[in-house]
């Protein structure tokens, strides 16, 4: 959060009646936590978690915080293609979605592969929000106003990002390909939302800061020492969810796109978060290794190609 002045809020009566809000890595931190934010500001949330219990749990948890709009559940893993298809099939069936929230995100000590043939961590931490969003861009243009909020973070500063090497076959460090997932997502919302300028839907991401969750907890002991040296746990999941429910609520950005944000703040990322180049080519090799094909018409049909 802001260290001094008054942080700008989502206030109460910046009410979301009506609108959708989707958010994926919504059974626990900080997912959960901007999903019943969300709730609270009069939004009617779909919650996408892998674990059906856990997610039964928080739906239980949002719908006792909602004001308006009656919560929903998706189960799906995100580690998976086809289940990224399935759900935007079932998502695109809505009336409308003003407001996509890509969170959910891991981080692994050992290498592991998806059954798609994916570095496991690439694949969640990018690839899926990469495909799912553009699965949904026919909606978001048609609800627009309407937004795209990624969850990034600091630890991008520190990625080696070797577009020969995606998938980590040549090396594989479990923090650096969190870190590498982390600039993938900024450079994924810098293209996107040159792709969709004037379109009406805008693409912005964050880091949410240093959270207490359980995030980590599938990397072996090196890997929490690891992440707790570089992000000491110093924040709740209410307070790293803040700016992620400023860009999703806040009418101060709007018409804001391409940010990159810390505690509800435009910052500059790293350099290798600036280069066009490289987000250019990152997302023609997402789209091939996703399969998705704008000839089919999965790119919704409006933004610069």
């Known amino acids: 959060m802001p260290t001094s002045g008054r942080r700008p809020s989502p206030r109460p009566d910046h ?10 890595g919504a059974s626990s931190g900080i997912g959960k936590a901007a999903s019943l934010a969300l709730a609270r500001l009069g939004a009617t949330v779909v919650l996408v978690c892998r674990n059906a219990e856990r997610g039964e749990a928080a739906l239980a948890e ?12 998706e189960i799906t893993d995100l580690s998976s293609m086809a289940q990224v298809r399935e759900l935007a ?7 409308r979605i003003d407001v996509l929230v890509n969170n959910a995100g891991l981080v692994l000590g050992d290498r592991r592969v998806t059954p798609d043939g994916f570095e496991y961590t690439f694949a969640v931490n990018h690839l899926a929000p990469f495909l799912l969003t553009n699965l949904l861009r026919a909606n978001l243009l048609a609800s627009a106003p309407s937004r795209v909020v990624t969850v990034s973070s600091a630890v991008h500063r520190g990625a ?12 594989y460090s479990g923090l650096r390909a969190y870190a590498n997932g982390k600039l ?65 609520s806040s009418p ?3 018409d804001v796109t391409g940010g990159y944000y810390v505690s509800a703040a435009r910052r500059r990322p790293s350099r290798a978060a600036r ?31």
Request: net charge neutral; charged share 20%; hydrophobic share 40%.
């Open 89 to 95: 099939g079932r998502l695109s069936r809505r009336d």
């Open 15 to 24: 009410m979301m009646a009506g609108q959708v809000c989707v958010v994926t």
């Open 184 to 248: 993938a997502n900024i450079l994924f919302t810098r293209e996107l939302a040159r792709q969709l300028d004037d379109s009406g839907v805008t693409a912005n991401c964050l880091h949410p800061g240093s959270v207490k969750t359980g995030f980590g907890n599938e990397g072996g002991t090196l890997l929490k020492v690891g992440l707790s040296a570089i992000l000491p746990s110093l924040r709740s999941p209410e307070m790293g969810a803040f700016t992620l429910v400023y860009l999703a």
């Open 275 to 305: 280069n066009e180049a490289t987000a250019r080519r990152l997302w023609q090799l997402s789209a091939e290794l996703t399969g998705l094909d704008g000839a089919h018409g999965e790119w919704g049909g409006a933004g610069r190609p």
């Open 252 to 254: 101060a950005v709007t």
């Open 160 to 171: 080696r990002l070797d577009l020969d090497d995606l998938q980590s076959e040549r090396h």
């Open 62 to 73: 949002v719908s006792a915080a909602a004001v308006a709009g009656k919560p929903a559940l």
